[in-house]
């Protein structure tokens, strides 16, 4: 079947450093993606990976491993408004996109 | 209108009724998508078009349909509602070359309730 893993909620402090991580199992691969969601918000794109290694993108960066179906998006200098969830999502092949649950990043001052 | 808009923003809505929520976009995406999010849960799929004049159904299709006739418009229909059909509902687009990867893009979302 099609897994996607991704812890449900982190704490973090601002102006650290936080690492999410996401685990996946699907039928194909053609990509992650992650995507950041305010509350009461829609989701937005951050980042796209596709081969491994790491993609860095100002304050965020995002890994990937296809042969360990392993991918984290690394936030650093936390900011408050950096408090959202943060959603991992595989692109199947097949024209669609298979979605984790999303962690709930809540930043502490 | 830039991007994606959706209508309504929210509605509550008596069991059996028919219901259609409304997805405009001014993009020229080809591909749109409807998911649903419910607490707890990821997105999840409920139907998707590739182009003008053709849908799919996604991970969870039953109790809706969606009609593609133009490039800009997708709207979903609850034939029926339910009280399970209560959540977050999102019109998404991508730019689709076949290849694979593309980002879509999300409107704001209608809030579902279904009493």
């Given amino acids: 079947g099609q897994n996607i893993d991704q812890p449900t909620e982190m704490t973090a402090t601002e102006g650290a450093i936080v690492q999410i991580n996401c685990t996946y199992q699907t039928s194909g691969f053609n990509g992650l993606f992650w995507y950041q969601q305010h509350a009461g918000e829609a989701p937005t794109f951050l980042s796209y990976n596709v081969l491994d290694g790491l993609e860095e993108k100002g304050r965020f960066s995002s890994f990937l491993s296809r042969s360990k179906g392993y991918s984290y998006l690394l936030l650093k200098e936390l900011q408050m408004k950096d408090s959202a969830s943060y959603l991992c999502a595989v692109d199947d092949g097949n024209y669609q996109l298979i979605w984790g649950a999303g962690t709930k990043l809540i930043i502490k001052p | ?115």
């Fill in chain 2, 1 to 115: 209108i830039a991007g994606i808009t959706q209508a309504p923003t929210s509605q509550i809505l008596a069991a059996g009724r028919r219901m259609t929520l409304r997805c405009t976009q001014d993009m020229r995406h080809n591909a749109m998508y409807w998911y649903r999010q419910d607490l707890g849960l990821g997105l999840r799929l409920i139907h998707y078009s590739n182009t003008a004049g053709t849908t799919g159904k996604g991970e969870v299709p039953d109790g809706y349909s969606v009609s593609r006739a133009n490039t800009d418009d997708f709207p979903l229909t609850l034939a029926s509602a339910v009280p399970s059909q209560t959540s977050v509902y999102f019109c998404a687009s991508s730019d689709s070359n076949g290849n694979g990867g593309d980002t879509q893009y999300f409107g704001p979302g209608t809030r579902l309730t279904v009493l």
